[in-house]
């Protein structure tokens, strides 16, 4: 049978040990997630549960039997302590009202801890600094509950002073809780101002706790007050040792003055038969009939004294020898396995139950809800940036390849319209030159430079106003596929807009040279008179005495001499370089208009396009950042919650495997009728190391 409680235990701590880590992990979250994170106000229920977790699994890995002592103050609960430990625990177990557990066990040397509801730990090797201590730790705790009474509030130390002792570890060298195993839970004193009700005080051992030993002085025995919350008890422990202290040298009077030994000394039996007719309640009267209930008359100072002093057996109270003897059968029975395997299991699943509870509280779902809207958000932030770079490296100039064709046609149909109106104008200049004394140079540059100026002019224009045209079209007269055009609206990048300031900031067309029709001076057809006959003028001479220069014709010609040296053939000279130049005009507008408003226009747009595009880059790098820091503080939450929940899942059913596999065992055991014999077990813990744990296994 002790092979099967270790068996038992070495399983069950490979089932439910895993899930601290998580548990640990959370907590860890908790701490480095700011107050305002929903789920924070949950760390203390985390760290409850955490103690609680680690209580049972302590318990059952060191296969502990906790005996839990509870009764009024001054009842003798220490005196009793200090009778089953065979050791002087007295000086621990009576700290100063204190409303906390004591918890006293075997070790290798006597020391002490302190445990607090925040988690934190702290050692003492000596009593003295404990008890000072204690009686600090006493003082704030009043203040804290005198502070919530003021304010209207129950009073909750995990809520209202974390810092309050939960609980006190004594460990003894050389007593008897080393050869039965059992642990020794001294309770506060019933009626203490400070002991926040035994449900809080008995978390601990629901489900968990092997049996109780309840102690009452015989003098307070008949007080219903002492019993008014021993129906707590009998839910919470299977078997409960009701202890009466009794005073083996109490005396009373007869008649005729002699003091002789009280009843509660010479017959203490009546004293409980007495109590059991007359004073137990319903309840109280089933369970000892079940028995559930077992009642001892103990004169506790004297079985403290003689166990202390190492007596024999038969020279100790025989109430205690019963005590002591049943006790132990108990914690060595198959019955208790039986009870401890169950409770051990069923605590488990509470446990888990309650932590998959706490993982699915509101604040950790409106967690999750964030934690989904900032993926959501940031994978469209992500997806913006993509189709921004996309947008940067976008060749444009398919999209401006429409909107060019229409400035190109309007450009083309100006230039040619306007040329015929030019060809006439020019044309008619050379007639009114003709009829004038104006030079040559003053036909060429007065007259036909500005009229050429003004055909550039109306043909830019008519360009311009084709290019604002397509500019108030539907997405700016550009052909942007759809997702583009989506991205583009989602930036506040207005097209229009960055189309006209790309348009208004153009610089001059590409012309080529000033507007001049180039006349060769040399090639005028003129007419030599008689006189330069004679004086063997050439035809150059006389054209630069009747023209000046060729570079600078201004020389004045009169009407007379115009009709006389040049004639007709002058005349259709100079109409044929206004016709050959009209040809040449009309191709080269053409070209460096569309070069200006083509590649021109469709740089200068691009520019303006990519220089907005680059501007959103921060802000879109930014949101990113900030959505990237929220999820990863999201995540730092809720990753180990997760881990925690998948951890929670693994156990019941490993439970439930559990209490099949032992349960067959002890029904076996029933039918066969072995006894659970104790045995010494180490005064301190095996390492538990997962590599050893499973070749154990």
């Not at 404990?130 to 509030?153: F, P, Y």
């Not at 008179?529 to 060729?550: M, T």
């Not at 044929?576 to 021109?600: I, K, Y």
């Not at 997962?690 to 296994?697: A, N, T």
Request: overall charge neutral; charged content about 20%; proline content about 5%.
């Amino acid at each position: 049978m002790r092979t099967q409680l270790r068996d038992f235990c070495l399983q069950f701590d490979g089932v439910v040990r895993p899930v601290l880590a998580p548990v640990a992990a959370v907590l860890a979250a908790l701490d480095a997630a700011g107050r305002t994170t929903p789920g924070t106000a949950h760390k203390l229920a985390f760290t409850d549960l955490q103690h609680h977790l680690q209580t049972l699994c302590d318990k059952v890995s060191s296969q502990e039997a906790y005996v839990l002592i509870f009764g009024p103050l001054k009842s003798g609960k220490s005196t009793l302590m200090n009778a089953i430990a065979a050791a002087y625990v007295s000086e621990v177990s009576s700290l100063p009202a204190y409303p906390c557990l004591v918890f006293v066990s075997a070790g290798e040397r006597r020391d002490y801890g302190v445990q607090r509801y925040d988690g934190s730990t702290q050692p003492f090797t000596d009593s003295i600094l404990l008890h000072q201590h204690i009686h600090e730790a006493h003082t704030r705790l009043a203040a804290a509950i005198r502070t919530a009474e003021s304010n209207g509030q129950e009073f909750d130390p995990q809520e209202h002073f974390p810092q309050a002792v939960r609980r006190v570890d004594v460990h003894v060298d050389g007593s008897a809780l080393a050869a039965t195993g059992a642990v020794l839970v001294d309770t506060p004193g019933l009626y203490t101002r400070m002991r926040f009700g035994y449900d809080r005080m008995t978390r601990d051992f629901r489900d968990a706790a092997a049996c109780a030993i309840f102690v009452v002085k015989s003098d307070t025995l008949f007080l219903e007050q002492v019993f008014a919350e021993f129906q707590q008890l009998l839910n919470l422990f299977s078997r409960i040792f009701l202890v009466v202290n009794v005073d083996a040298q109490k005396r009373d009077v007869t008649p005729d003055g002699k003091l002789v030994p009280a009843l509660e000394q010479s017959q203490p039996e009546l004293v409980l038969q007495a109590f059991t007719d007359l004073a137990m309640s319903a309840p109280l009267k089933r369970a000892a009939a079940e028995g559930r209930v077992r009642m001892y008359p103990v004169d506790l100072l004297h079985a403290a004294s003689a166990v202390l002093q190492q007596q024999p057996v038969d020279q100790q109270p025989a109430g205690f020898v019963k005590f002591r003897t049943e006790l132990t059968d108990y914690l060595a029975s198959t019955e208790y396995l039986r009870a401890f395997l169950r409770d051990s299991l069923q605590r488990a699943n509470s446990l888990m139950a309650e932590l998959g509870a706490l993982c699915g509280a509101s604040e950790f779902g409106r967690l999750r809800a964030r934690q989904q809207d900032a993926t959501g958000q940031l994978e469209s932030v992500r997806q913006e940036q993509q189709r921004l770079q996309q947008l940067l490296r976008h060749d444009w100039s398919k999209a401006f390849a429409a909107a060019a064709a229409q400035v190109q046609l309007e450009i083309e149909r100006s230039a040619r319209d306007e040329g015929a109106n030019l060809l006439r104008t020019l044309g008619a200049s050379i007639d009114t030159w003709f009829l004038s004394s104006h030079s040559l140079d003053w036909l060429l540059t007065s007259q036909w430079t500005p009229l050429l100026q003004e055909y550039r002019n109306c043909v830019l224009a008519a360009g311009r106003a084709a290019a604002e045209q397509t500019i108030q079209q539907a997405d700016a007269g550009l052909d942007l596929p759809a997702e583009l055009a989506e991205l583009l609206q989602d930036c506040d990048i207005d097209l229009r807009r960055l189309r006209s300031q790309a348009l208004a900031g153009l610089a001059a067309p590409p012309w080529r040279g000033k507007p001049v029709v180039p006349v060769d001076v040399h090639a005028i057809p003129i007419k030599r008179g008689v006189l330069d006959v004679v004086a063997f003028r050439s035809v150059d001479k006389v054209r630069h005495r009747l023209f000046g220069d060729k570079d600078k014709p201004d020389v004045k010609v009169q009407a007379r001499d115009k009709a006389a040296r040049m004639g007709e053939p002058g005349r259709l000279y100079l109409h044929q370089q206004v016709v050959q130049f009209r040809a040449e005009l009309a191709p080269a507008s053409c070209a460096a208009l569309q070069q200006h408003f083509g590649a021109g226009l469709l740089a200068a747009t691009t520019a303006a396009l990519r220089q907005a595009l680059t501007a959103q880059q921060p802000r879109l790098a930014s949101k990113a950042a900030e959505l990237q820091q929220e999820l990863d503080r999201l995540q730092a939450v809720l990753e180990p919650l997760a881990r925690l929940q998948a951890a929670i899942t693994t156990v019941p059913p490993k439970t439930a495997a559990l209490a099949s596999q032992f349960g067959a065992q002890l029904a076996a055991a029933d039918r066969t009728g072995p006894v659970l014999q104790p045995q010494p077990r180490p005064t301190a813990p095996p390492a538990r190391n997962p590599e050893s744990r499973r070749e154990r296994r």
